[in-house]
């Protein structure tokens, strides 16, 4: 496997990403459910069909719950992850839960940008904790929103590029509907580990050198811990889980329903952020210490 090259990916796992490429290998093992309307509906992988609707159900609850608090830095840009994250998990379910044979790869280019974006919201919340901009205000509103907007419509395009092969800079190496793409590469691998990373350095540094306690890096290297799980469970886990089951879930289930946890952690994490910001509770927490 090299720099951009999904072949081995979308062998073992029915990951979203692969319904871009239009030469994609048939995965060793696929999940699948019932032919529906004469076969121009397909109910793939009901197992997390069903666990993707209750992490949207979750995910909504947490967006709520940010955005209806009275306090916390970067409230409002925080609660935009969650809000990109739910139209993640509706895309997924229309690309993976069901599959309609003439729209599900189009819908796949939109999930890719949508993970670019939400990603990229995940980075920017990183320096919301140090002031840079006010928070809450409408320069890091715009700043946030106009930048997502941007590298929404940016990955759209490369994704239905990429698809279509019209621009011969994306046409994937191995021509035109193949799956060595370096440009989904970066927006769908890169640009995540990137903003992962990132973001756990600046609020790693942000707990150790501003606040007195410890206890929100349980949380956050918590939330990285099971995030990264969970990808090993849709890379390395896929195919035996599926053959175990008969072909009704593979490895993606684990993967949304481990992802969602990770971001009930990252809640967690950033509620007690903002409790260790009350200086009652800073100076009790910090006498615990």
Excluded at 120 to 146: E, K, V
Aim: neutral net charge; proline residues 6%; glycine residues 8%.
């Amino acid at each position: 496997m090299h720099y951009g090259s999904f072949r081995e990916v979308c062998q073992i796992c029915n990951a979203p990403v692969c319904g871009i490429f239009i030469r994609r290998p048939p995965p060793r093992c696929e999940a699948s459910g019932p032919t529906l309307v004469d076969g121009s509906v397909v109910f793939t992988n009901p197992g997390d069909f069903v666990v993707s609707l209750v992490c949207l159900v979750v995910v909504t609850y947490l967006c709520c719950r940010v955005k209806g608090r009275l306090t916390g830095v970067g409230r409002k840009e925080f609660s935009y992850l969650y809000l990109l994250y739910a139209c993640v998990l509706v895309a997924q379910i229309l690309t993976v839960g069901w599959t309609f044979p003439n729209i599900s790869p189009w819908i796949a280019c939109i999930y890719v940008a949508l993970v670019a974006a939400t990603f990229w919201c995940l980075l920017y919340n990183g320096f919301t904790g140090y002031q840079l901009i006010p928070d809450g205000g409408w320069i890091s509103l715009t700043i946030l929103l106009a930048t997502a907007a941007v590298l929404f419509g940016t990955a759209l395009y490369v994704a239905l590029d990429t698809r279509l092969g019209l621009t011969p800079a994306l046409i994937p190496l191995d021509g035109i509907g193949g799956l060595d793409s370096p440009a989904i590469f970066t927006l769908y691998v890169t640009l995540p580990l990137v903003s992962i990373g990132t973001y756990l350095a600046l609020q790693t540094f942000l707990v150790v050198r501003f606040l007195a306690i410890r206890r929100p890096l349980f949380y956050l290297y918590g939330a990285v811990l099971v995030f990264a799980v969970g990808q090993v469970f849709l890379y390395a886990g896929s195919v035996p889980l599926c053959e175990s089951s008969n072909g009704s879930t593979d490895g993606l289930l684990l993967a949304t329903l481990l992802t969602t946890i990770s971001l009930c952690l990252l809640y967690i994490y950033w509620v007690t952020l903002t409790a260790a910001d009350d200086p009652e509770v800073y100076e009790a927490d910090a006498v615990k210490s």
